[in-house]
Every structure is written in structure tokens, then in C-alpha cells.
């Protein structure tokens, strides 16, 4: 190695060794007769002295020319700081240069290399191999990479087999987009790049493996925000021969066992809630517990009385937020306005101030009395000082909309604090949902999902009740896993794609590789997938799943670093037999 030692590990004890450092110039101090050099490397920061009088004259000049990001290997003696930086790991110590090499010199870095840098989301992004050398953004992928062999380390204890499936496989309709790759060998025909190893690891139950696993990359062509890329990963798991109950145990152990051996938190046992119930007590298949502020339903309290608005509307619901009554009208106009944001869609919102003294005071008080404003906050359970705020219209419209402003209420008032963790279990979805554009159903997770065995009669009666043998684990409001027991016979899985609407040949083209190997002893199974890098993002307390991936995309899709996507030659192109068609 050029080095002895690293520059995050040298502490008081090591005073007067003779050790050799290596990295990048993170900062250059130069007062003249003394010059301090912060030297980086991944593991911390040592800092080099150069001092008149007592380094030599030429190392002196040599130490002055260096400028930032110059990659160096330094070799002296380890001396006590007489100014400490408790800051600092090895703020105790610095080292007195006695040779200095230049290893390599950098331009003049964009921006700076430093934890509160000064370069822009996009500049970064396009020099983003500079960008990881910041600590934060470093640390953030030391934790995914703790998170990885946890994982890793967990499912192998309990039995589960790493197994790699294809990257090059079917495009399928169901989902989102593909992304496809044409054949060169196989001209007019293409492959897909995976959304999810649904079949493979469905294939793999009926191999006999009964416990696969997989860190897996997957592709989806969608429109992209903070917390989706083109290109993802899972943590992708399947199981033989259990129950609903097999899976939520043995994945809430794998949940249980990351926060504690990476984040040393011991989250507890995790609640079950139907989807029913979250979505009437939250509007939300991924509820943030953290918080209260749980829905009410007022439709017996609030309709009746003369106001259209809500005598008009399907549900009537709102949300008590605690110590908000002094709330300014302004802000007050801004809730309004937030509920009105085209992404939401709702034309109004009603408030109620329940004073600190009992008194109630609200924007519709032309059509209430106080007595009917108090049963309004008895029924929500509302103390003197809270906040009444309720939104009316169509059912699941209406609690969508409530639960965004829920959720950032809940921000307003500090309640989604990023160090606390709640996890929840969301169970018992329904097994589709109907389209009004296609006017057809679709399955809500994916059409393998097995119904619940009591709703099995119902698949050609009355769909639209059925429930799914599915499960989402959801955490402060984000979705980070979400699997189902899976359908294993063939004549179920045909009765499925008959009622999502595929005829008998769309059905086989598609599937039919599974639909025949069903009918070779398939046994029954189940799994899950968690999104690895929304998890890493969650436990890491922030937002965007980008800083948690090496190379990721904007939103555009685009890697700005590499600048792609990119045309490829004319020569390429007929190769694949392919023509671009380029619209005006």
C-alpha cells in the first residue's frame, strides 16, 4: 500500500509514529510561515503541517503550491494539535510533513468539496464522481451498503438461497412500461428489461428452491419524481409452502434486524391495519402513524342543515389539528389553497376554531350554530385550542385529499419527526380495481395475487368485493415493501386473466411458460419485495432516493454526467434492422 495508515484513524496514542498518509487537498490554510493542509480520504480527514523553521524550505514552497482535490501522499511524524478540534475524529492530532509527493493534480473543483457544498442539484449531478466524495453523500452509500449485507446476512440465516434471473426477458402489458432492447440475432423482435422477477422467482417455488432471493435491479418507463428512478432495486423474496402469516413474520424479522444491527433502534412489533380501516381512519394504504389526526366522518352531524356543499356530498370528513385554534387567517387561507392545488383538486375547505375559552368560531357559520359546531368536535374528539378542518365530495376523492393535508400539517407542526420509525401492516387489499378509460378491471398489485380463499366464489359474481391475499409494510407515510400469497394452479390463474379481460391466446402468448409449468406440481407460495433504495433514503431521514444510488437519473430520466440517453449511429441502427422516425 502507499500508506500506513488512513485518515480517519490516528487519535492521541499514535504521537510520534512515522506514517505515510494518501488522498485528496480538502482545504489549503496558507499563512505564510505555516501552512495546513486537510487531507480526505473515505475514511476522514488528517490534517498535515508545514512549518518555517522547522519543515525545509523547498517542502515549504512544495506544500504552497498545492491546490484543492491534488491527490497526495505525505510521510512525518504524528504531533499533538495545539489548537484541538473536538469536531474531528482525529481533531487531536495533526501530522509534520516530512516528504511530500503529488501523486496527481486536479482543476479547480466546480464547487465546493465540502459537507454544505455551494454547487446546484444539476451541477452536481453532472460531475456527479466529485459530488460523492462530500461525506454526506458518501456515509449515505456506506449505509446502503450496511443495509445490503444485513439483508444479505438475515435471509441467509434464515435458509433463503441467492438465485440471479434474467435481465433480458418478455415485455409484458401489465404495469408500467417497459423498457425494450431490440435483437440483433432476432431481427423485428425485442426483449424487456425487467419491471419485477414476478415469473422467475414464482419459477423458481415450482423448481423446488422454496426460499429465493434476490438484490435485483428492475426498469419501469414512468414519469419520474424525488422518489422514483427509471432504474431501481429490490430486495425480491419468495417462499414455498407458507401462509400469509409465514411471510409477515419472517420479513417483519428482516425489518426488526436492519434498523437494529445499522441503526441500533429496536422498532418493536409491528401493528396490522385492513386497508379498509386505513383508508377510513387516514385516506392512505401507507398511513404515517407517527401522528394522530385520524379521520372523522361528520355526515350525521354536518348534513341536513341548508349547506349545499356538504348536504350534496357523498362523505363529509375532517381532521382535529391539535393547538392550531390561533392560527392567523392567512394561514388559514393557505390550507385553502393548498387543498385547491391542481394535484389535489378540492374547491374549498371548511374551518373551525374551538377556542381556548369553549367557544367555536368557524368559515360557515351562516349555516351552523355553535351547538352543531360542538357536536362537530365532540364526535372528533377535539380539545379547547384544536383546529377543526374538514373537506367534503366524492368518498375516495375527498379522503385522498385529506390525507395530504394531513400529512403536511403534520410537517407544519413537527410531527414527522425523521428519527422516529413506524412501521405498519397494511393488509387485506382489494384483489382489482376498475378503469373507467378501459372499462375493465385491473389487478391492484399484479394479476398472480391469489383472492382470499373465503372470496373465491365471488371471482365471476362480484369481483369488485373480492379481497386480496396481499400485504404492503408501510413506514412514516411511504410504501417500502409490499407482496401477496400467489396463485398456483393453473384453472385460478386462467379465471384470473379471463376477468382482467385477456382472451385465451393473449393469455398464453404472454404466459403461458407459467400457466404450464403450474401444471407440473406448483406448490404454494408467497413473497414479497421491498424497495431498497426507498428504504435506504427512510432509514437515512431523508426524502429523495437519489443521493442513496451512485449514478442516478434526473427527472427527465436523463443521466446528466454521461449524457444519456444518446442517438446511436446510423451503422448500429441498421444492424438491428431499425429506422428512427424523427417528429417535426
Request: hydrophobic residues 35%; contains cysteine; aromatic residues 10%.
Amino acid at each position: 500500500m502507499l500508506r500506513t495508515h488512513t485518515n480517519g484513524e490516528l487519535r492521541l496514542q499514535d504521537t510520534g509514529k512515522e506514517v505515510t498518509l494518501c488522498g485528496w487537498a480538502q482545504t489549503i490554510r496558507n499563512k505564510g510561515a505555516v501552512i495546513w493542509i486537510d487531507l480526505r480520504d473515505r475514511w476522514g480527514l488528517t490534517q498535515l503541517i508545514f512549518e518555517e523553521g522547522i519543515t525545509s524550505p523547498e517542502l515549504l514552497a512544495a506544500a504552497a503550491e498545492v491546490g484543492r482535490e491534488w491527490v497526495l501522499q505525505a510521510t512525518g511524524q504524528v504531533v499533538e494539535r495545539y489548537n484541538k478540534n473536538p469536531h474531528m475524529p482525529t481533531g487531536d492530532v495533526e501530522v509534520r510533513v516530512t516528504e511530500l509527493t503529488v501523486l496527481n493534480r486536479a482543476k479547480t473543483p466546480p464547487f465546493q468539496i465540502e459537507d454544505e457544498t455551494d454547487g446546484g442539484e444539476e451541477l452536481r449531478a453532472k460531475y456527479r464522481y466529485l459530488d460523492l466524495r462530500r461525506t454526506p453523500v458518501r456515509n449515505n452509500l456506506v449505509l446502503r451498503h450496511k443495509l445490503a449485507q444485513e439483508t444479505r446476512r438475515y435471509l441467509d440465516g434464515e435458509q433463503f438461497l441467492e438465485v440471479e434471473t434474467p435481465v433480458l426477458i418478455k415485455s409484458t402489458p401489465e404495469g408500467a412500461r417497459d423498457f425494450v432492447v431490440p435483437s440483433r440475432m432476432n431481427p423485428g423482435e425485442f426483449y424487456a428489461l425487467p419491471q419485477s422477477p414476478q415469473t422467475f422467482k414464482q419459477l423458481l417455488m415450482v423448481s423446488g428452491f422454496e426460499r429465493y432471493f434476490q438484490i435485483v435491479k428492475c426498469f419501469r418507463d414512468e414519469d419520474l419524481r424525488a422518489d422514483r428512478q427509471p432504474e431501481f432495486t429490490q430486495i425480491d423474496c419468495e417462499m414455498a409452502f407458507v401462509t400469509q402469516e409465514d411471510v409477515l413474520r419472517t420479513f417483519e424479522g428482516l425489518i426488526r434486524h436492519l434498523f437494529k444491527t445499522v441503526k441500533g433502534i429496536d422498532i418493536g412489533e409491528v401493528p396490522r391495519m385492513t386497508y379498509d380501516e386505513a383508508m377510513r381512519r387516514y385516506g392512505s394504504d401507507k398511513p404515517d402513524i407517527r401522528f394522530g389526526m385520524e379521520f372523522t366522518e361528520l355526515n350525521d352531524v354536518a348534513q341536513n342543515k341548508g349547506f349545499q356543499v356538504f348536504d350534496q356530498s357523498e362523505l363529509v370528513v375532517g381532521i382535529a389539528a391539535p393547538g392550531c385554534a390561533e392560527w392567523t387567517r392567512k394561514q388559514l387561507d393557505a390550507l385553502t389553497d393548498f387543498v385547491k392545488r391542481p394535484q389535489i383538486g378540492m374547491k374549498g375547505l371548511v374551518w373551525v376554531r374551538y377556542n381556548a375559552d369553549g367557544s367555536l368560531k368557524s368559515s360557515v357559520d351562516k349555516f351552523y350554530s355553535e351547538e352543531d359546531l360542538k357536536a362537530w368536535a365532540q364526535k372528533m374528539g377535539a380539545q379547547p385550542g384544536d383546529l377543526l378542518l374538514v373537506l367534503s365530495g366524492d368518498a375516495d376523492k375527498t379522503r385522498k385529499a385529506l390525507s395530504e393535508l394531513r400529512l403536511h400539517l403534520g410537517g407544519e407542526l413537527g410531527l414527522r419527526k425523521n428519527d422516529e420509525f413506524k412501521p405498519l401492516w397494511v393488509l387485506d387489499f382489494p384483489l382489482l380495481e376498475w378503469d373507467e378509460e378501459t372499462g375493465r378491471y385491473h389487478a391492484m398489485h399484479h394479476p398472480f395475487t391469489s383472492p382470499k380463499p373465503e372470496d373465491m366464489d365471488k371471482l365471476e359474481s362480484d369481483p369488485g368485493s373480492i379481497r386480496a391475499n396481499a400485504y404492503d409494510l408501510a413506514m412514516n407515510g411511504v410504501e417500502i415493501g409490499g407482496g401477496s400469497i400467489r396463485i398456483h394452479d393453473r384453472a385460478t390463474q386462467a379465471r384470473m386473466f379471463k376477468l382482467l379481460g385477456f382472451s385465451e391466446e393473449e393469455a398464453r402468448k404472454q404466459f403461458g411458460f407459467l400457466m404450464e409449468a403450474f401444471e407440473y406440481g406448483a406448490p404454494p407460495h408467497g413473497g414479497i419485495a421491498f424497495g431498497f433504495d426507498r428504504l435506504c433514503s427512510l432509514m437515512g431521514g431523508q426524502q429523495s432516493i437519489r443521493d442513496f444510488i451512485a449514478f442516478p437519473k434526473n427527472n427527465s430520466g436523463r443521466d446528466v454526467m454521461i449524457d444519456t440517453p444518446s442517438t446511436i449511429s446510423e451503422e448500429q441502427l441498421r444492424e438491428l434492422e431499425l429506422a428512427v422516425k424523427r417528429s417535426n
